[in-house]
């Protein structure tokens, strides 16, 4: 259950800087 969460906050900041390319 951890690693979902760790995942999310680094996606969260992937998101952040890719996420504009990928939406």
Do not use: E, I
């Not at 259950?1 to 939406?23: P, Q």
């Amino acid at each position: 259950k951890s690693k979902l969460v760790d995942t999310a906050g680094r996606v969260d900041k992937f998101m952040s800087r890719y996420g504009n390319r990928k939406k």
